[in-house]
């Protein structure tokens, strides 16, 4: 057969604030023949969508600072977690028209190698194929595994989620209130509090009108502060949580993309004997992955737990999604649909 | 018998950065008529001892600023953990003889009235009684508790800790000895260095004239790191944790008396999974203050636990045993030695 294009959204140019669509990331074509290409003993996927999450940003860095996750490299494409459908394999685990989840790179045909960063999704509750990077994939396992490991919540106890609407935020915030709590949660628009509404938080505000402060001394003290936004929103919840208070420390998005600004209000950690846990996924599937794959899917097949996506049509327009979860403009989970089956 | 002259350290003055002794506390004399004053219902006790603490400085504002303990009142002597003897008593609790400990003015004499925050000491090992007020008392309590509960230490970690040799600092360096932990602490001169080194720390330095981030950097990663300092040690620390360190928050005394600093790289928190506990002793009385009490008079007395004291003589220095523990020229545990039994 011919080749075909490969379209790839490559890392071009590290950003100073926010990632520009364009120049940040730039969509490039190779020509690739997938009935020849070489597997070297890895397999050949079909990439069906790609996730889009805030600590991208993150790699987005010159290299030469350190930090968790390397830096992503100039020239090459972006990477995230991804659905795909195998085409060819060289590895009995990964079957022609298996669907498998992992990081891969923003490219619409890939060869994936390292077995173990990939895992054949058993489709059983037959969800849509991009819940696997959303609700039921790494953004729900940051939910899931962080609220069991870190919260300690208890009936009755107040929480607040900032970033609440946002793909981990609205899975925290149903968690709770499965647990019997009192949810305080913000977003940055009137949709996404509307939204809120509508997965049962008790307090939904938009902290671009309404002051963080105001509501959390009106609504607090807090038992339990989701933290997916760091700096001045930290800064807040430190100031009107109860003592003993858990800090879940998932995100600090106020600082991926310009000066950060650190809580000055650090001492009341020791004053409240607040605990802070910060936490990756990555650390916590030893954990909960099983107890996840088992209840997660049946909790969103049926309803029980509510999701939303927003999905970005085409790899070309992937740095818009990019783009997106950083300004917060993104309405439910950011998903890049690469191709269809 | 004829009214005797009753010294107070009274708080006189809001500091603006460090506590100026006959500025922010002046030394006064009242008359008291020790077998006539009225009791009611309480004991009236002889100071022979108070403590300095650096915590106190946060007391030391307008009380309409929020914080976890109450505000020093103007006028009003500066009160602090204390040891004293009874003199007169009309609570059967607390008899004529006894010496008692708990959180008293800054006075020669005083009447003590509410019983369940003073406790007689029944002193088995024969401790000086200003051990009491040390390693004995609210200083080591703290180093006890927060290290059972919070460094989920394990045999062949690293551990930081900064003001190691201070009243807590040089207990915890010890703790972590015990534990089978290697030992970094650090010191602001190269008296409290030697120090360190004959209480075991396995390495010891002059944070003033050595840097924390080279030292770290060397002996580092930390597993765990016990915080007396915040700020841009706390920074350091943060940048040469291991993944999954306990950060065990028990001061931070480089924000008491000006302007916070506090870390610019706390999305690290997030990155190495780690976990921040702050804690006042006061919260964890009820679960070890038992087993303190069991356990470390005995540790003490049979000097498998050192500790040393820098004694202040007279009540009317005071304000100096004040600043000392702010600007950390005080040697071992600052006491104030107000009276001869």
Known sequence: MAPVKNGQLIFNEIPETYPIPGKTTKYVEKDIDLDTVSLNGGFLVKVLALSSDPYLR????????????????????????????????????????????????????????????????????????????????????????????????KKGETCFVSAGAGAVGSLVVQFAKM????????????????YLKEIGADVAFNYKTTSTEEVLKKEGPIQVYWDNVGGQTLQAAIDYADIGARFVECGMISGYNGEQNPPKNMMMIIGKSLRLSGFLVGHLHYKYKEEFYRTMPKLLASGKVKFREDITKGLENGGDALLAVQKGTNVGKAIILVADE
């Open 58 to 153: 993150g790699r987005m860095r010159d290299p030469s600072e350190p930090s968790y996750m390397p830096a992503f490299k100039l020239g090459e494409p972006i990477e995230a977690h991804g659905v795909a459908k195998v085409l060819r394999s060289e590895n009995p685990k990964f079957k022609v028209g298996d669907h498998v989840v992992g990081v891969m790179p923003y490219e619409k045909y890939t060869i994936l190698k390292d077995e173990s960063e990939f895992m054949v999704v058993d489709n059983t509750e037959k969800l849509s194929w991009t819940t696997f990077i959303g609700a039921a994939g790494m953004p729900g396992q940051t939910a899931y595994y962080g609220w069991k490991e870190h919260a300690d919540a």
């Open 179 to 194: 647990d019997g709590l009192k949810v305080i949660a913000s977003a940055g628009s009137d949709d996404k509090v509307a």
